[in-house]
């Protein structure tokens, strides 16, 4: 094989690899998602890195795939991968990019709820500890100390993420802006901050936010998707993200609970 065969050959092989790295079209429609341009319906379940030993990932989306789930959800934990300020952890049970390609390996998508607050029981609504040696800073707001530490945190997580998003071939639908941010204030320009952190980070996918139907008129953010959390009723649903969203959907129930936690002095609840 001469010189000009083998350079022929190699870029065969490297067409066809990239052609088997399928990219895909992920959008909003006026009533539903749209994958490559045909609707899409998301079914997903929650699955916390975090929580479930690197070794029985694949297990566990193997078994919620089984259950026709077709996309899992995860938050990102801020004070998981920044223990120590400006000292990163991605490894281990904390590589959240290992995660997602196992996902995209067992054919499930994926949306990504990157804080900086989250829900889930988690400590301190995942901000890290250190935020609170300075006792005078205020999180989740547009502290300008609070928004440093915030913004290089960001910018850290997008080295690792933003290849993943399905704007890069990956299999990342969905970014979700801070998390029912309704229920704590109302602060339209700190939700925008948050928006503009995200773009300015490399996350050029698609956004949205989240909330208690009640609190999202306080936790929208005008022109972007309005996902409802904890409505059953479906013209409810409809009806709210309507109100928010320019009178279209897509019509997107993020959180459905099929349990609740415990609380001290009330009543066990059972799933």
């Known amino acids: ?26 959008a909003l ?5 749209l994958l490559d341009g045909k609707p899409f319906q998301m079914i997903s379940g929650e ?30 934990f801020w004070n998981a991968h ?12 904390n590589d959240i990019a290992a995660f997602i390609a196992a996902a995209k390996e067992e054919g499930l998508w994926v949306i990504l709820r990157p804080s900086p607050y989250v829900c889930a029981e988690w400590e301190f609504g995942g901000y890290p500890w250190w935020l609170l040696k300075d006792s005078t800073v205020k999180v989740r707001s547009k502290d300008e100390r609070f928004i440093s530490a915030y913004t290089n945190y960001i910018n850290e997580l997008a080295k690792h993420l933003t290849p993943l998003l399905v704007t890069h071939g990956g299999n ?12 704590y204030s109302d602060d339209k320009s700190y939700m925008d901050l948050n ?38 009723d479906t013209a409810g649903i409809k009806k709210v993200v309507n109100e928010y969203h320019g009178g279209k959907g897509p019509y997107y129930l ?10 001290w002095g009330k009543n066990h609840n059972t799933t």
């Open 1 to 26: 094989m001469n010189f000009t065969t083998r350079i022929i050959t190699g870029l065969f092989c490297l067409l066809s690899l990239l052609s088997n790295a399928q990219s895909h079209q992920f």
């Open 29 to 33: 429609g006026d009533n539903a998602f």
């Open 47 to 76: 699955m916390h890195y975090t929580r479930i030993p690197r070794d029985a990932w694949k297990h566990r989306m193997k078994m919620a795939k089984a259950m026709g789930l077709n996309t899992i959800g995860t938050y990102v």
């Open 82 to 93: 920044e223990p120590v300020k400006g000292r990163y952890d991605f490894s281990g049970n």
């Open 172 to 183: 990342v639908l969905m970014v979700q802006i801070e998390n029912e941010y309704g229920s």
């Open 195 to 232: 928006r503009q952190l995200f773009r300015n980070a490399g996350f050029d996918c698609t956004l949205f936010t989240c909330d208690g139907a009640d609190m999202i008129p306080k936790g929208y953010l005008p022109g972007y998707l309005p996902a409802v959390n904890g409505l059953e």
């Open 254 to 263: 993020a959180e459905w609970y099929p349990g609740w936690f415990d609380q």
